[in-house]
């Protein structure tokens, strides 16, 4: 699609007056928010190192955990993050091309599938808190395998890990449908064209990166057995 005379105009209202020019910001936006996600990787990389050492350490006692996972609603809330990482793909493609009106739309259907995985693991959050498998002094657990018991302080790291990675997942999750609603904000408003997109690549880039640390999370704590007495 040709860059219009008011695209180009967007464009250099745009640029910040320490860049020489778009393509100079284009790139930097897009080191920085990749530097991000590496200082996010790490940070979640802890997460998973001191999972899969109590695993190795209590592996039963994670299996008795993953027990208690409602199978379906996990796979379900895949299944919803999938599908945003493809609306929001979309979504960037259509601002790269112009599109406002079919970027707004795209991402209007990615916010309402992360506010579905919210509202998904507000109900397994809920179904914990009732059966008691929230970390702390009331924490109770009953070993479903009778014949295998296992030390319920065992069991306990696994929900502390379990809470803490989903928590933070979650919290993830919020400020990404945030930063998506300003983007269809601003959007509206005519900030982005052909010439000038990256406020929607970036958060695409976050986008994705919260959805992939979930298709980690699915089999880390979910999928750990082939038995599953939730569903």
């Avoid at 284009?26 to 990749?34: C, D, N, P, Y």
């Avoid at 955990?65 to 493609?93: D, E, F, H, P």
Wanted: charge should be negative; proline fraction near 3%; glycine fraction near 10%.
């Amino acid at each position: 699609m040709a860059t219009s005379d008011m695209d180009i105009q967007v464009a250099e209202h745009a640029l910040q007056h320490h860049f020489a020019d778009m393509e100079q910001q284009q790139e930097t936006s897009t080191f920085g928010m990749w530097m991000f996600l590496l200082t996010e990787i790490m940070f979640f990389g802890g997460l998973f190192c001191a999972y899969l050492v109590y695993r190795a350490s209590y592996y039963q006692a994670f299996v008795e955990g993953s027990q208690k996972m409602n199978i379906w609603l996990g796979a379900t809330n895949t299944a919803v993050l999938i599908c945003s990482s493809l609306t929001m793909a979309l979504g960037v493609r259509a601002a790269q091309t112009g599109r406002r009106k079919l970027m707004v739309v795209l991402l209007l259907i990615t916010i309402l599938f992360g506010l579905g995985f919210l509202g998904i693991k507000a109900i397994e959050y809920h179904e914990h808190w009732e059966n008691h498998e929230f970390p702390g002094p009331n924490f109770h657990f009953q070993t479903i395998d009778k014949t295998a018991p296992v030390d319920p302080q065992h069991t306990e790291i696994y929900f502390s890990l379990y809470w803490a990675m989903t928590g933070l997942h979650a919290l993830h999750m919020v400020i990404g449908v945030g930063l998506v609603a300003w983007i269809i904000i601003i959007g509206l408003g005519g900030a982005f064209t052909p010439a000038y997109f990256t406020p929607v690549e970036v958060v695409g880039l976050y986008w994705h990166f919260v959805d992939l640390v979930w298709i980690y999370l699915f089999p880390l704590l979910y999928l750990i057995s082939k038995k599953h007495g939730g569903g």
